[in-house]
């Protein structure tokens, strides 16, 4: 197979190089402490907080559940506004608790929940509001906030896509009340399966904690029906090992996102998502939204580059409000949400991770520019 053949992914995990992980699995083998918050567990959330300028972190066994905990821990009930462009764990996590989501539109420019839409979406059963950074571009943090304080609503975000990410006044995961990270192993950040919820205070984050281990508070005592949350021994120790790596992760991914945007900047009918407001990006993502006047639809193309071997995918399409156990509310109605409904017909996330070559990029571009020409 020639490298023109070789398939090309919409992402490939950055991984450390094997052999420095070996002396960590060695810790593990002596102490045979696997989980249930071990060493390697203690030091990721102590260095996670560091790097990210976040002052209480709680590790996961991945961002669903630790979704799920983050609603439970603030006993969020009733309706929740959400966003229905998203991966579907983001609505799930309120049927797992028993809300009702309440689907509100996005803004065009950074397919975020749109605060101008979220007041007229209020009844007296909302609780609370889950935005989702979507492609790791801040949402309107203060304008989210301002309502939720008029209203007297908790903000959780999913900041699955976020990692690392710094908005206008440091770490954008200590807006809202809580921030919910995913570490799966197409993130930015890795440790094969993963997530933490982010937190302000220490009560909270050792309800949270309490939460993801059955609600056991001491060794005998039950305080609310917890879930197993956890995360492991190898995964904590591969997330101390990945965050060595993880800056130098980031900066290979601006090089690609600049290579696309230099290479697809003039391409007609193709648009590109604009970097959003944040002062450090993470490049998560390179989503582009195929418009009319390209000169073949978005599945078309999508068709042509899995001919060409290049599998991209189509995040967020169908839109979460379009499931079948999502279709019948009220606000899934798709009058309700006609910007989110256009671009989930549009967009195209195309490959994007460390190890890609710019060879790589100009051949997923190729593509792009032979259909458009
Ligand atoms: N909230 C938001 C906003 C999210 O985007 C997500 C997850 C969550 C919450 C929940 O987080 P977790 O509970 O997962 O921590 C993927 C991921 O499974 C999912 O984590 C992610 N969002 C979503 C956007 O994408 P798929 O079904 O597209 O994954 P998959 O397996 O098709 O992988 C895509 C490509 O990546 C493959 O074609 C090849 C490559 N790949 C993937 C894996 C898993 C690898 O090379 N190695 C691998 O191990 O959902």
Same mark, same amino acid.
């Not at 990029?361 to 458009?372: F, S, Y």
């Given at each position: 197979?020639?490298?023109?053949?070789?398939?090309?992914?919409?992402?490939?995990?950055?991984?450390?190089?094997?052999?420095?992980?070996?002396?960590?699995?060695?810790?593990?083998?002596?102490?045979?402490?696997?989980?249930?918050?071990?060493?390697?567990?203690?030091?990721?959330?102590?260095?996670?907080?560091?790097?990210?300028?976040?002052?209480?972190?709680?590790?996961?066994?991945?961002?669903?559940?630790?979704?799920?905990?983050?609603?439970?821990?603030?006993?969020?009930?009733?309706?929740?506004?959400?966003?229905?462009?998203?991966?579907?764990?983001?609505?799930?996590?309120?049927?797992?608790?028993? $809300?009702?989501?309440?689907?509100?539109?996005?803004?065009?420019?950074?397919?975020?929940?749109?605060?101008?839409?979220?007041?007229?979406?209020?009844?007296?059963?909302?609780?609370? $509001?889950?935005?989702?950074?979507?492609?790791?571009?801040?949402?309107?943090?203060?304008?989210?906030?301002?309502?939720?304080?008029?209203?007297?609503?908790?903000?959780?975000?999913?900041?699955?896509?976020?990692?690392?990410?710094?908005?206008?006044?440091?770490?954008?995961?200590?807006?809202?009340?809580?921030?919910?990270?995913?570490?799966?192993?197409?993130?930015?950040?890795?440790?094969?399966?993963?997530?933490?919820?982010?937190?302000?205070?220490?009560?909270?984050?050792?309800?949270?904690?309490?939460?993801?281990?059955?609600?056991?508070?001491?060794?005998?005592?039950?305080?609310?029906?917890?879930?197993?949350?956890?995360?492991?021994?190898?995964?904590?120790?591969?997330?101390?090992?990945?965050?060595?790596?993880?800056?130098?992760?980031?900066?290979?991914?601006?090089?690609?996102?600049?290579?696309?945007?230099?290479?697809?900047?003039?391409?007609?009918?193709?648009?590109?998502?604009?970097?959003?407001?944040?002062?450090?990006?993470?490049?998560?993502?390179?989503?582009?939204?195929?418009?009319?006047?390209?000169?073949?639809?978005?599945?078309?193309?999508?068709?042509?580059?899995?001919?060409?071997?290049?599998?991209?995918?189509?995040?967020?399409?169908?839109? $979460?409000?379009?499931?079948?156990?999502?279709?019948?509310?009220?606000?899934?109605?798709?009058?309700?949400?006609?910007?989110?409904?256009?671009?989930?017909?549009?967009? $195209?996330?195309?490959?994007?991770?460390?190890?890609?070559?710019?060879?790589?990029?100009?051949?997923?571009?190729?593509?792009?520019?032979?259909?458009?020409?």
């Amino acid at each position: 197979m020639s490298i023109e053949d070789q398939p090309i992914f919409v992402t490939r995990p950055h991984l450390p190089p094997l052999e420095e992980f070996v002396p960590y699995l060695e810790k593990i083998w002596a102490s045979r402490i696997l989980t249930n918050s071990g060493p390697f567990h203690e030091q990721l959330e102590q260095a996670l907080c560091k790097y990210l300028g976040v002052k209480h972190l709680a590790l996961f066994t991945n961002a669903t559940i630790a979704l799920v905990t983050a609603l439970q821990a603030l006993r969020i009930t009733g309706e929740v506004i959400t966003t229905p462009y998203s991966f579907v764990a983001t609505a799930h996590s309120l049927l797992w608790n028993g $809300i009702k989501p309440v689907f509100v539109d996005v803004d065009p420019n950074t397919l975020n929940l749109d605060p101008a839409r979220i007041e007229a979406a209020i009844t007296p059963h909302t609780t609370a $509001i889950l935005p989702v950074h979507c492609y790791g571009h801040p949402c309107d943090v203060d304008a989210i906030q301002r309502i939720a304080d008029r209203y007297n609503l908790k903000v959780i975000y999913d900041a699955a896509h976020a990692f690392g990410v710094e908005c206008h006044c440091g770490s954008v995961l200590n807006h809202g009340d809580l921030s919910v990270l995913s570490f799966h192993a197409t993130k930015v950040f890795n440790t094969f399966e993963g997530g933490a919820i982010v937190c302000p205070d220490a009560k909270t984050k050792l309800r949270i904690d309490q939460l993801k281990n059955f609600g056991f508070v001491d060794e005998t005592t039950v305080a609310a029906p917890g879930i197993n949350g956890k995360m492991s021994e190898f995964n904590a120790a591969l997330g101390l090992l990945q965050l060595k790596y993880v800056d130098m992760a980031i900066a290979r991914r601006f090089e690609i996102d600049k290579q696309y945007r230099q290479e697809l900047g003039e391409l007609k009918g193709i648009r590109l998502l604009g970097c959003g407001s944040e002062k450090r990006p993470n490049y998560a993502y390179f989503p582009v939204l195929v418009d009319d006047t390209y000169s073949v639809s978005r599945d078309t193309l999508y068709d042509a580059l899995r001919s060409s071997g290049i599998y991209s995918r189509r995040y967020f399409y169908p839109l $979460i409000s379009d499931f079948p156990m999502y279709r019948g509310l009220q606000s899934a109605a798709r009058e309700n949400l006609p910007v989110a409904a256009a671009c989930a017909e549009r967009v $195209i996330c195309l490959p994007l991770y460390p190890e890609m070559t710019m060879d790589e990029v100009t051949r997923v571009c190729g593509v792009l520019a032979t259909l458009g020409g």
